[in-house]
């Protein structure tokens, strides 16, 4: 009789797994997000910061996440399968032909939304790559110029409060260890600015200005949803509040088409 009981009680804990692993892969993933990241170099701790928060992001609020770390596997077909493109401070040079046109027409067909940090500005003439002129006008026209090589803390001012991907960020917050790029023009004038660093919080101060700097913005010019967000190099960021709600509204916003 014991044995009879140990092995309904080995079926029904079968059963109920098996119903449990049943209900979790066939609940529905609200979209699919693509993440291009690099997998080395100054950048890595900031890559390894954040996988973890968005795949817990991801586990959260019932969305999928695929990684990739270079551009070799991007193409038209790739891409379709995504409805959001998260350039993780991956630089605008090292495409290839096919993987730049698809990235083109995906924007410019509004396939999908793109979220670009820190090191998608680095447009200029880099390792014996030029310059990708689409991806500098689709950032509003600009080239990078400088950086403030060790680092400075500052003051980010929001202009647009009530865009979406603002809800719940304060209308000021700092933000630390940040290289802060300079380019050859504000993006101003081709761009929607939501927000800003204010220069004159530098600590410790810094010579390497812009004037007018923005820092998150988008570029309403182009059929996908966009949003460009600077800060991107430090790990600690992720443990910056108004940094992750940011973000994280990026993500959702930026999946959604117009």
């Known amino acids: 009789m014991k044995n009879i009981f140990i092995v309904v009680n080995l079926v029904l804990v079968g059963f109920l797994f098996q119903t449990s692993c049943m209900a979790q892969t066939s609940k529905k993933s609200r979209f699919k997000a693509l993440v291009l990241y690099e997998n080395g170099g100054h950048h890595l701790p900031f890559t390894t910061a954040a996988k973890p928060w968005l795949n817990k992001l991801a586990i959260d609020s019932s969305f999928t996440i695929d990684y990739i770390e270079n551009t070799k596997t991007i193409n038209e077909a790739l891409l379709k399968?995504?409805?959001?493109?998260?350039?993780?401070?991956?630089?605008?040079?090292?495409?290839?032909?096919?993987?730049?046109?698809?990235?083109?027409?995906?924007?410019?067909?509004?396939?999908?939304?793109?979220?670009?940090?820190?090191?998608?500005?680095?447009?200029?003439?880099?390792?014996?790559?030029p310059m990708w002129q689409w991806f500098s006008d689709f950032m509003g026209g600009i080239q990078f110029k400088d950086y403030i090589?060790?680092?400075?803390?500052?003051?980010?001012?929001?202009?647009?409060?009530?865009?979406?991907?603002?809800?719940?960020?304060?209308?000021?917050?700092?933000?630390?260890?940040?290289?802060?790029?300079?380019?050859?023009?504000?993006?101003?004038?081709?761009?929607?600015?939501?927000?800003?660093?204010?220069e004159a919080t530098y600590e410790p101060a810094s010579e390497i200005k812009m004037g007018d700097h923005p820092v998150i913005w988008t570029n309403p010019h182009f059929a996908a949803r966009n949003v460009y967000i600077f800060m991107g190099h430090a790990p600690e960021l992720f443990d910056n509040e108004a940094y992750t709600t940011l973000l994280r509204n990026s993500i959702f916003w930026a999946a959604q088409k117009k």
């Open 149 to 198: 090589p060790a680092f400075a803390n500052a003051k980010v001012n929001i202009e647009d409060t009530s865009h979406p991907i603002m809800k719940g960020v304060p209308a000021s917050f700092f933000v630390k260890k940040e290289e802060w790029y300079t380019y050859n023009k504000s993006p101003r004038q081709n761009v929607h600015v939501m927000a800003s660093v204010d």
């Open 81 to 129: 399968k995504y409805q959001v493109f998260i350039q993780l401070d991956y630089p605008p040079y090292t495409w290839s032909e096919e993987s730049m046109k698809a990235f083109q027409k995906y924007m410019n067909d509004g396939k999908g939304g793109w979220i670009g940090l820190h090191h998608a500005t680095l447009l200029g003439e880099f390792d014996g790559y």
